[in-house]
């Protein structure tokens, strides 16, 4: 019995010997091949249950010295109340408009004075001197001072185009005349035709042709040069050969439109074959007006 017990302690520890190293050996190896994991789940297991920091006791200057930081906070910023702050919008609102109503009185003076201004307007009109259609003498650039005057350039033999426009000044006149308070022939606008064409439009033609249109025009003609040089000063262009015969027939090509001159003789604007007799009489009566309100031909001085 006791050599039974002993042969089975005896197998006993030698199947323990066996087996143990071979544990520990394939523990040990599973440790080496893998540190990091081990290392991780260390560090996990810290990162999920830190250590709580106990509480630190408050110093019982602690308000006052947040008191203190108060008052320099509100001392660098300075107090803000709903009060400041409305005095503040209104204020900002109150500059605002006042300099965009500065900044429209400045555009408006800068707009009267260009439209005071002569700055783009053409150079026309000039000295002339030409001879009336009624024999009364030379009529010159002094005759147009103190006047209102519409001035076209044509001539007697046009087949239509001058014919209508004259009449359309004619028609221009008459409303003028009938919504201004000078409607006599004195202050009146005064119309004038001026001849291209001194080789066939005689003194004698001109006063025929004259008749044919408003009563107060004036037919002015005189010889190749004196014609040319009113042209030019007027801008006007006109092709009469100079060495034309009043036997001879041809057409004379010239600019067709008329112009409107004020009381000193300056040039104020051109109306051309497709504004109406209506078109032109509102824009005199608005220059009559304006010049009116400046002071007349008294603050003028014609």
Same mark, same amino acid.
């Given at each position: 019995?006791?050599?039974?017990?002993?042969?089975?302690?005896?197998?006993?520890?030698?199947?323990?010997?066996?087996?143990?190293?071979?544990?520990?050996?394939?523990?040990?190896?599973?440790?080496?091949?893998?540190?990091?994991?081990?290392?991780?789940?260390?560090?996990?297991?810290?990162?999920?249950?830190?250590?709580?920091?106990?509480?630190?006791?408050? +110093?019982?200057?602690? /308000?006052? &010295?947040?008191?203190?930081? =108060? #008052?320099?906070?509100?001392?660098?910023? %300075?107090? !803000? @109340?709903?009060?400041?702050?409305?005095?503040?919008?209104?204020?900002?609102?109150?500059?605002?408009?006042?300099?965009?109503?500065?900044?429209?009185?400045?555009?408006?003076?800068?707009?009267?004075?260009?439209?005071?201004? +002569?700055?783009?307007? /053409?150079? &026309?009109?000039?000295?002339? =001197? #030409?001879?009336?259609?009624?024999?009364? %003498?030379? !009529? @010159?650039?002094?005759?147009?001072?103190?006047?209102?005057?519409?001035?076209?350039?044509?001539?007697?033999?046009?087949?239509?185009?001058?014919?209508?426009?004259?009449?359309?000044?004619?028609?221009?006149?008459?409303?003028?005349?009938?919504?201004?308070?000078?409607?006599?022939?004195?202050?009146?606008?005064?119309?004038?035709?001026?001849?291209?064409?001194?080789?066939?439009?005689?003194?004698?033609?001109?006063?025929?042709?004259?008749?044919?249109?408003?009563?107060?025009?004036?037919?002015?003609?005189?010889?190749?040069?004196?014609?040319?040089?009113?042209?030019?000063?007027?801008?006007?262009?006109?092709?009469?050969?100079?060495?034309?015969?009043?036997?001879?027939?041809?057409?004379?090509?010239?600019?067709?439109?008329?112009?409107?001159?004020?009381?000193?003789?300056?040039?104020?604007?051109?109306?051309?074959?497709?504004?109406?007799?209506?078109?032109?009489?509102?824009?005199?009566?608005?220059?009559?007006?304006?010049?009116?309100?400046?002071?007349?031909?008294?603050?003028?001085?014609?």
């Amino acid at each position: 019995m006791n050599s039974l017990k002993s042969v089975a302690c005896s197998a006993s520890s030698s199947i323990r010997a066996n087996i143990r190293p071979r544990i520990s050996s394939n523990h040990i190896s599973f440790a080496r091949s893998t540190p990091s994991a081990s290392w991780i789940i260390c560090k996990r297991g810290f990162a999920d249950s830190p250590k709580s920091q106990p509480e630190q006791p408050q +110093s019982p200057l602690q /308000p006052e &010295i947040d008191r203190q930081r =108060k #008052l320099r906070d509100q001392a660098n910023v %300075g107090p !803000f @109340t709903w009060k400041a702050a409305t005095l503040f919008i209104a204020t900002g609102i109150g500059l605002y408009f006042y300099f965009e109503s500065e900044k429209k009185a400045v555009l408006e003076k800068r707009q009267a004075e260009l439209s005071n201004k +002569s700055i783009g307007k /053409p150079q &026309i009109g000039g000295p002339f =001197k #030409l001879n009336r259609h009624d024999y009364k %003498g030379e !009529f @010159t650039e002094k005759d147009l001072l103190g006047n209102w005057t519409l001035i076209y350039f044509g001539f007697t033999h046009c087949p239509d185009i001058c014919p209508e426009e004259l009449d359309k000044m004619g028609d221009a006149i008459e409303i003028i005349d009938k919504k201004s308070t000078k409607n006599n022939q004195n202050n009146g606008v005064l119309p004038l035709f001026i001849s291209v064409d001194p080789a066939r439009d005689t003194l004698p033609q001109l006063n025929k042709y004259i008749k044919e249109f408003h009563p107060r025009m004036i037919g002015l003609v005189g010889d190749y040069e004196a014609v040319k040089k009113t042209c030019k000063m007027y801008r006007v262009y006109f092709s009469t050969p100079p060495d034309a015969a009043p036997t001879d027939d041809y057409l004379v090509d010239h600019s067709i439109f008329f112009y409107l001159m004020d009381p000193l003789g300056q040039f104020v604007d051109a109306f051309g074959k497709a504004t109406t007799a209506d078109q032109v009489a509102e824009k005199v009566l608005d220059s009559m007006k304006k010049w009116e309100a400046a002071g007349g031909n008294a603050a003028a001085g014609v």
